[in-house]
T-cell receptor, first 118, second 112 residues
Framework: AQTVTQSQPEMSVQEAETVTLSCTYD???????LFWYKQPPSRQMILVIR??????QNATENRFSVNFQKAAKSFSLKISDSQLGDAAMYFC???????????????FGTGTLLAVQP | NAGVTQTPKFRILKIGQSMTLQCTQD?????MYWYRQDPGMGLKLIYY???????DKGEVPNGYNVSRSTTEDFPLRLELAAPSQTSVYFC???????????FGSGTRLTVV
């Protein structure tokens, strides 16, 4: 079974600085998808970024980018020019690519709570 | 465009009571899911559905039931509530297996 590990329960960053959140996963599959979700105090889960395993290029969405290392099974999230609104819980998630009609679900890590200091 | 709507947002139940958490989506998504979120544990899948009339168990289904009579609605039923069911519950939907989920805003349930 696949697992997702976020080894940093809490992180802190100064406003306008850059921070990297770590995520590792365990799988024997070659085709899958990886996601980062943001959960602010409002509790709403918001998709931040998505990476397809067969793509070598790292995904980028404005100030958010990933460092995807397939061989190392690592998927870190970099937040540049951090803003107060970035303060949230961040979840890394894994989803197998569909094979043979199987329904594959998102598997979540335990989350990293990011604080942004003014 | 409302996305995924969950009701209620908060609820307190007494041990042994029952309730239904409502979830509806207006995006015509076939895939719908129920997760629970406990502190330090991430999100755990309770039940999911791949279309109207089709449901299946997730990782932690005990104490819960679901139904999917329409594409839009996916209610979660708690029978005989127990303190262990105190959690935040999220409903989510997806248009396909290549994509992430759209989440509802969650229901905070306390069983006392």
């Amino acid at each position: 079974a696949q697992t997702v590990t976020q080894s940093q329960p809490e992180m802190s960053v100064q406003e306008a600085e850059t921070v990297t959140l770590s995520c590792t996963y365990d799988t024997s599959e070659s085709d899958y998808y990886l996601f980062w979700y943001k959960q602010p105090p409002s509790r709403q889960m918001i998709l931040v970024i998505r990476q397809e395993a067969y793509k070598q290029q790292n995904a980028t969405e404005n100030r958010f980018s990933v460092n995807f290392q397939k061989a190392a099974k690592s998927f870190s999230l970099k937040i540049s020019d951090s803003q107060l609104g970035d303060a949230a819980m961040y979840f890394c998630a894994y989803r197998s690519a569909p094979v043979g009609g199987a329904t594959n679900k998102l598997i979540f890590g335990t989350g990293t709570l990011l604080a942004v200091q003014p | 465009n409302a996305g995924v709507t969950q009701t209620p947002k908060f609820r307190i139940l007494k041990i042994g009571q029952s309730m239904t958490l409502q979830c509806t989506q207006d995006m015509n998504h076939n895939y719908m899911y129920w997760y629970r979120q406990d502190p330090g544990m991430g999100l755990k899948l309770i039940y999911y559905s791949v279309g109207a009339g089709i449901t299946d168990k997730g990782e932690v289904p005990n104490g819960y039931n679901v139904s999917r009579s329409t594409t839009e609605d996916f209610p979660l039923r708690l029978e005989l509530a127990a303190p262990s069911q105190t959690s935040v519950y999220f409903c989510a939907s997806s248009s396909g297996q290549y994509y992430g989920y759209t989440f509802g805003s969650g229901t905070r349930l306390t069983v006392v």
